[in-house]
């Protein structure tokens, strides 16, 4: 499948370079390759995002050391103890790469806690979840799955599974 790049994107085209075809994808890259936003549509425009199975929790918790969230489905199957923490990409990240494709205005990311405790979700340092206020963690217990909406540079919303 043909691919170019410039001014920090990939496109991937479909059959004969074409930039729509049966998969269409623009994926927006940081330093060192690193993926900060991909959009995945189909040939009917169904939209597809990155996903991560198998990831562990930082154990012992806390915002600095906490495990960042890769991808925007992330199942975390290693959450040993209460307070092992994950760490949400930074919202400025997110609308740096909105600037560079209008379909990309927000983000959300699900995160599956399929460990045996619970575990805290934090945002970037200085960004808060809802209303709980800068640097607080957002609880996901053994079990559910938590989404993550980013608003706006420094917000997010969180829905929790019942």
Known sequence: MPQTQGAGKSFVGG????????WYSKIFTGIGGVIKYMLLLDAVGFQYETVQDGLVAHAGGGQANATPIPAQQARFTTVATNGDS??????????????????????????????VASMNVFPSTGEQINSLGANAAFAVAAGKVAVFYCTSIGQWHAMLSA
């Open 15 to 22: 059959p004969g370079g074409a930039e729509r075809g049966p």
């Open 86 to 115: 994950a760490l949400l990409p930074a919202t400025a990240a997110i609308y740096s790469a909105a600037a560079a494709n209008v379909q990309a205005s927000s983000a959300s990311f699900m995160v599956v806690n399929a460990g």
